[in-house]
């Protein structure tokens, strides 16, 4: 969306920039005053992990170029928050690539983990408990005092339980397992024939160089083929209910540290089946409130920033 009166004028006008960057995607819309979104778009997913690395580096470059050229067209923010999968709190590189590339003080680029920004955009601090899966997975609550506190959400290495890439690798060994005791077992499964097409084909090598030489974003597409066929293949079923499982034992781990409340189930995971949510809210107690909601993190971001627009901005 967009709108022409605003082109080349944002700084004047305080426009907020809110970024949701996640392994598979990233979003972002400009907010004007009063917290109306004015323009948005989505470009490719990154990771503030990828910072370790000079490749990592160079991508996170070009998807925060890409961001802003889609930024600039509409006006120059005042103010920038942003919430990155993967960040831990030494934000400083990424705030000053961000900020040149936006033309602003670094100062005006506020960075936290995107699920923070999530969160906010579904409770008040202290209201609920947020529990994310996408790429991967975690439960979050921010307290009264905002502090913030997680259950999972620690990486695809040791967990992330009920997220994208935990459905893509649960697939991936259900099918190679299979095919160690009976070779050729693949071509009767409908799931191990999506799953094939979507990595190029049935040889080992495939899914070799698709689990271990693709960004971890890009493994989590896979659970899109693994849903599909979840109606034709018990095997896919029995996996989306264990994702429900999972995500369910996040919203418990919250419950018994902090007591009950609403909990609220966000991400593009959590959305590929109905089969997931069901399993989840059965594994929860009677009593418990859960809703599904999706939560435009990005959107929420932009107008946190609109309400930071006095802080400073464009290099003169």
């Known amino acids: 969306m967009h709108n022409p ?3 080349h004028e944002g700084a004047s006008l305080g426009l907020g920039l809110g970024i949701d960057a996640g392994g598979t995607q990233t979003r972002w819309a400009l907010a004007g005053p009063g917290g109306r979104i004015v323009a948005e778009g989505t470009v490719g997913g990154l990771s ?16 925060f170029g890409d ?22 709190g030494d934000g400083g590189p990424l705030q000053r690539v961000l900020a040149e590339l936006l033309g602003l003080e670094p100062a005006a680029v506020v960075l936290s983990n995107d699920i923070e920004i999530a969160y906010l955009a579904s409770f008040r601090p202290g209201e609920g408990y947020l529990v994310y899966s996408g790429t991967g997975s975690i439960g979050a609550f921010i307290d009264e005092h905002h502090g913030f506190h997680r259950a999972g959400g620690r990486g695809v290495v040791l967990d ?31 799931m191990a024939h999506a799953v094939f097409q979507h990595v190029g084909g049935s040889d080992w090598s495939f899914s070799r160089q698709f689990i271990y030489g693709r960004e971890r974003g890009e493994v989590g597409k896979l659970a ?38 609403p909990v609220a189930l966000a991400g593009r995971a959590a959305e590929l089946h109905p089969v997931i949510v069901e399993t989840m809210r059965a594994a929860l107690p009677l009593d418990a409130t859960l809703s599904q909601t ?13 309400n930071a627009c006095s802080a400073p901005t464009a290099i003169k």
């Open 48 to 63: 503030a992990l990828q910072m370790g690395s000079a490749d990592g580096r160079e991508a996170v470059q070009a998807t």
């Open 224 to 261: 899109i083929a693994v849903a599909a066929t979840a109606e034709r293949d018990p095997a896919a079923a029995a996996i989306l209910r264990e994702a429900g499982q999972e995500l369910a034992r996040l919203a418990l781990a919250l419950v018994k540290r902090f007591g009950p409340r």
């Open 160 to 190: 992330d339980g009920g997220g994208g890439f935990w459905i893509a690798r649960e697939a991936l060994r259900h099918i190679w397992r299979l095919e160690d005791e009976r070779p050729g077992a693949w071509e009767s499964s409908p």
């Open 67 to 88: 961001i802003a050229s889609g930024v600039l067209a509409h006006g120059r923010p005042s103010a920038v928050r942003a919430g990155i999968t993967g960040f831990g």
């Open 294 to 306: 999706g939560v435009r993190a990005h959107y929420a971001a932009a107008r946190l920033a609109v």
């Open 5 to 7: 009166e605003l082109q």
